[in-house]
Nanobody, 118 residues
Framework: QVQLVESGGGLVQAGESLRLACVAP????????MGWYRQAPGKQRELVAR???????NYAASVKGRFTMSRDNAKNTVFLQMDSLKPEDTAVYYC????????????WGKGTLVTVSS
């Protein structure tokens, strides 16, 4: 059973920052593309950011310039630094691992709730 464990969610005010973390097993971390997705109430899950094994990143247009995804290979951990948070960023944030070649092989964390008040 592959476990991705997220942490760092919480309640903040608009304009503040949060940092999410996701720890993955080493076998996953070294072979998979890591990503953060989010799902707001009543909406579909959407991609927020992804990072490859060589630390190339891409972001959703709605978070570009405000969110930064990074990885610490020594700790098998990815981070999502979220700055200038907006109420519309409120969602459950999920960590995702997708095989770099066989994209049908993917794993999800249980999610961490981020709530941004106005």
């Amino acid at each position: 059973q592959v476990q991705l464990v997220e942490s760092g969610g919480g309640l903040v005010q608009a304009g503040e920052s949060l940092r999410l973390a996701c720890v993955a097993p080493g076998s996953i971390f070294n072979s998979f593309v890591m990503g953060w997705y989010r799902q707001a109430p009543g909406k579909q899950r959407e991609l927020v950011a992804r990072i490859t094994r060589d630390s190339s990143t891409n972001y959703a247009a709605s978070v570009k310039g405000r969110f930064t995804m990074s990885r610490d290979n020594a700790k098998n951990t990815v981070f999502l630094q979220m700055d200038s948070l907006k109420p519309e960023d409120t969602a459950v944030y999920y960590c995702n691992a997708e095989h770099a070649i066989l994209s049908s092989i993917k794993y999800w964390g249980k999610g961490t709730l981020v709530t941004v008040s106005s």
